[in-house]
């Protein structure tokens, strides 16, 4: 298995969850469907009889308990803290961006330029089948490949020039991205956002040092074996030094939440949802002259 075979897995949730009650849905999502393969539309299309769909989460809960609250409960969050900073920001920029829909979903509501990152092969087939689905905002989305491990974001002459066309801080995003990353590939992606406008933002995710380290898995035994043990997942933080981690890279820790600290417990008991601590969501904000929120 390799990261890049990864990509499509959490949009087919957001898929999915456009077909629970708008009373206790985590977010609207009208792209993720249309941004899947035939195969994956067909078992997506399954999902709307409630007994398949309570089938699929008690299967996903098995191996990682709290594993589908998690993927859901960081993309609302993440949204949630984009809206929140909208007007101050002249770009997001996704770092990993994998098939998720964020881009084009926001594209169609703020018109602002999107900067997608991720592997060569997988931005060549986002960008194909957004001009397809979305045609008219597919221009502000910049697809651009690049493998974390083995490139640096500052080596990419397309990346440089976009950037120094804006003049507000950026909104980056690294969402289940680091996880997959090498001390090297952290460290030249972390690099490159030392290099950040004051008061810009990130959301990122991380998964907790013990459980990359093997010392608690935290019930994620089948989770461990299959991307720990496999060499796909290989970096972690400790909790107690994510603040010291991103102060040494200018920026400044505003919340370190899981899924439990995200969605009512009343919505997560309604729709008989696990959470866990195995990953973690992080906003911080670029030490700079803009005021902390």
């Known amino acids: 298995m390799k990261a890049i075979s990864t990509g499509r897995e959490p949009v087919s949730l957001s898929a999915i969850e456009q077909y629970e009650d708008e009373k206790i849905r985590l977010f609207q999502d009208d792209f993720a469907y249309r941004l899947l393969t035939p195969g994956m539309k067909l078992f997506v299309r399954m999902c709307r009889f409630p007994g398949f769909r309570k089938w699929i989460v008690s299967s996903a809960e098995k191996a990682m308990p709290g ?8 993309k609302y969050y993440f949204d949630q803290k984009l809206e929140e900073n909208i007007s101050d920001i002249s770009a997001v920029i996704e770092i990993g961006a994998g098939y ?3 881009s084009v979903r926001f594209v169609s509501k703020y018109s602002l330029p999107f900067l997608e990152l991720d592997f060569a092969e997988t931005m060549a087939k986002k960008s194909s089948v957004l001009k397809k689905i979305a045609p008219l905002y597919s221009d502000k989305i910049y697809n651009i490949g690049i493998d974390f491990n083995r490139e640096k974001i500052d080596d990419l002459q397309e990346v440089q020039r976009l950037l120094s066309g804006f ?4 909104f980056y995003i690294m969402e289940a991205v680091t996880q997959y990353l090498t001390e090297e590939g952290i460290d030249a992606v972390f690099s490159h956002l030392r290099k950040a406008p004051g008061g810009s933002c990130l959301a990122l995710t991380y998964i907790d040092r013990d459980f990359i380290d093997g010392r608690d898995l935290m019930s994620w035994e089948a989770a461990y074996n299959k991307y720990v043990r496999s060499g796909l997942w290989k970096f972690g933080l400790p909790k107690a030094e994510v603040n010291s981690f991103l102060r040494q890279y200018g920026w400044n820790l505003i919340e370190d939440v899981s899924s439990e600290d995200i969605v009512s417990e009343d919505i ?5 949802l696990k959470t866990s601590e195995v990953e973690r969501f992080i906003y911080a904000q670029k030490e700079g002259s803009r005021r902390l929120s």
């Open 167 to 170: 003049d507000k801080p950026f």
């Open 100 to 102: 998720d829909s964020r």
């Open 268 to 272: 997560l008991k309604k729709r008989g």
């Open 67 to 74: 594993g589908y609250a998690g993927i859901l409960c960081r």
